[in-house]
């Protein structure tokens, strides 16, 4: 029994890679595949800008003549600039078979030490805005669908062929009580104080015209200090703006401003999509939309997306001007817990914003090291 190779070199290749999933996790409740149409893009270099500094190849794994395994090979030249030559490997899937996995990484390996890297880490994606870290803990929880999901035999064969925690992020239910919190008496000192304030009375449109691109460039500014992060370019922000705007409602996202009006101040939530993309397998047509945008409409739980605050205004109640306009809001549209994105267990400063809220752990997620 042998495990061979394919480079992904064709359209046919990349929608096998795309699709293999859909068997491997066919019967699993808690598996929510990506949206196949959004994956093509993701490997389509006209569409992806993150290829204007990263570069990557996929591979497929056959053992016996049936295919096994996939896995991305990619390197971030940018990210690597700031934290070291580094082959990170990416949508990695595979049977319960070592030899397959041993492949698979091989294939990443050789990817990488061809253009000077030292190390192997993952699962990444081309930047943070792409699903990351492998599931050690919360399999019997349905996946978010900005998440990874994958089988317990992943870690202790990743383990066990050479790979170390590189590091933890935990995901957390936010329950969403119907009585205000305490901190929201301060809200009218903390804007008097340091004149700032939360955007009302804006179409979703207008906010997009008028903050977008500086909210992602917060974004940049807020998460530089983190874990392997590489900034989005401004294309990169453009097409995420395009991507997401759509699917955002202003009842769910909150953005602060200070007196000059610049964003000093990001939530970004929306309604959970896991059951709607499930049930449509992915697909979009011929009934896929309709769940999604039901699901948009008609939920009582919400996925947080992105949270930021500028490192200059951190600590002075800005969250809490954010908390109290999108805690309304969940009260007035039925919304009852939040699931949180996963956090970095280290990042401390985004834990304590709720502690005021009754939590839970959901899931934790891993990247894995490994020297080369």
Known sequence: ????????????????????????????????????????????????????????????????????????????????????????????????????????????????????????????????????????????????????????????????????????????????????????????????????????GKSMREMNKQYGMEIFHLYNESFAPLYEFAPLTDEQIRRYLQTYVPILDTDFISVVVNEEDKPVGFCFCVPTLSTAVKKSNGNLLPFGFIRILHALKHNDTLESLLIGVLPEYQGKGVSVLMFKQLHENCIKRGVTRMIMNPQLEENFKVQTLFEEFKTELYTVRRAYVKQI
């Not at 598996?31 to 500094?53: H, I, M, Q, R, S």
Request: proline share 4%.
């Open 1 to 200: 029994m042998t495990v061979t190779i394919k480079k992904v070199a064709s359209r046919r290749d990349l929608r096998k890679f795309i699709k293999f999933p859909f068997s491997l996790y066919k019967d699993n409740p808690y598996w929510v595949p990506a949206l196949t149409g959004d994956e093509f893009d993701t490997f389509n270099k006209k569409k992806n800008a993150a290829f204007e500094y990263c570069e990557a190849d996929c591979f497929l794994a056959y053992k016996d003549g049936k295919l096994a395994g996939r896995v991305a090979a990619i390197i971030n030249h940018q990210a690597n600039k700031r934290w070291g030559a580094v082959a990170r490997f990416g949508w990695l899937d595979f049977i319960e078979d070592e030899e397959v996995l041993r492949a698979l990484i091989g294939a990443v390996e050789a990817f990488g030490k061809e253009r000077g890297c030292t190390s192997l880490k993952g699962p990444w994606g081309f930047t943070d805005m792409d699903k990351e870290g492998s599931l050690v803990e919360g399999y019997d929880k349905l996946s978010s669908f900005t998440c990874l999901y994958n089988y317990p035999y992943y870690d202790t064969l990743l383990k066990k062929i050479g790979f170390e925690k590189d590091a933890d992020w935990t995901q957390r239910i936010v329950y969403i009580p119907q009585e205000t919190l305490p901190s929201y008496q301060y809200a009218p000192l903390i804007e008097k104080k340091f004149g700032v304030h939360a955007v009302t």
